[in-house]
Nanobody, 118 residues
Framework: QVQLVESGGGLVQAGGSLRLSCAASGSIFRINNMGWYRRSPGKQRELVAVMSSGGIADYADSVKGRFTISRDNVKNTVYLQMNSLKPEDTSVYYC????????????WGQGTQVTVSS
C-alpha cells in the first residue's frame, strides 16, 4: 500500500501562484509514474500534468507554460508549481502514483482544493 498526502491548496487571486505537494509513504517502488489531476463540480476528472519514471513531463494544453511538475525521489514527493492562475483552474487537485506494468499499483491522494478568485 502507498499513502499519498497532498498539501498546498488554498485561495489565491487570479494571476497568483500556488505550489502543491504530494508526499508518498509505504510500499513505494523507485520506478513509478507521478501525476496531478483535477476535478471540478459537474465535470469529469482531467489530467493536469504527469511525469514518467524517466522524468519526462507532459501537460494539459490548458496549463502549458503556467504549471510545472517536478519530483524529489529522495523525499518521495511530487510537486505542482502553478503560476498565472486563472479562475478556471479552480478545482480539487489529486495526485496519483502508478506503474503501467502493475495494474494494482495505482494510488490516489485525497485531494486538495484550489480556488482562484477573479
Amino acid at each position: 500500500q502507498v499513502q499519498l498526502v497532498e498539501s498546498g491548496g488554498g485561495l489565491v487571486q487570479a494571476g497568483g501562484s500556488l505550489r502543491l505537494s504530494c508526499a508518498a509513504s509505504g510500499s513505494i517502488f523507485r520506478i513509478n509514474n507521478m501525476g496531478w489531476y483535477r476535478r471540478s463540480p459537474g465535470k469529469q476528472r482531467e489530467l493536469v500534468a504527469v511525469m514518467s519514471s524517466g522524468g519526462i513531463a507532459d501537460y494539459a494544453d490548458s496549463v502549458k507554460g503556467r504549471f510545472t511538475i517536478s519530483r524529489d525521489n529522495v523525499k518521495n514527493t511530487v510537486y505542482l508549481q502553478m503560476n498565472s492562475l486563472k479562475p478556471e483552474d479552480t478545482s480539487v487537485y489529486y495526485c496519483r502514483w502508478w506503474r503501467t506494468d502493475l495494474a494494482q499499483y495505482n494510488y490516489w491522494g485525497q485531494g486538495t482544493q484550489v480556488t482562484v478568485s477573479s
